[in-house]
């Protein structure tokens, strides 16, 4: 899957996009939902989704989870709750020897 090239370059104008020559939208694969469906992936994943044409509103509830040790790489997509532990133990928050194996 796409989410084994690791982190890729983005264009950052206006939106963050993969550039379509690299990334043609030919090549995409599928993944059909309907209302109530829920879809997991990395976030090493490409993704996207096409535009809303409905003159419904097109809600959508991100979760986002992470290694705690799994920095950004860039400041962009920040949130208030970015950061809180879900569950476990800081292992930045520990001193220095009192890591986890």
């Not at 899957?1 to 983005?10: E, F, I, V, W």
């Not at 970015?82 to 009192?98: C, E, N, S, T, V």
Request: aromatic content about 4%.
């Amino acid at each position: 899957g796409s989410h084994k090239l690791g982190p890729l370059g983005h264009h950052a104008e206006g939106s963050w996009h993969l550039p379509l020559e690299q990334y043609p939208l030919e090549s995409a694969l599928p993944c059909p939902a309907r209302a109530g469906d829920v879809l997991f992936l990395s976030y090493l994943t490409i993704h996207g989704s096409g535009l809303n044409v409905s003159n419904e509103a097109r809600t959508t509830l991100l979760v986002q989870m992470r290694d705690p040790t799994d920095f950004p790489t860039q400041q962009v997509h920040k949130s208030r709750g970015q950061g809180m532990m879900l569950r476990g133990i800081d292992p930045i928050a520990l001193p220095k020897g009192h890591e986890e194996t």
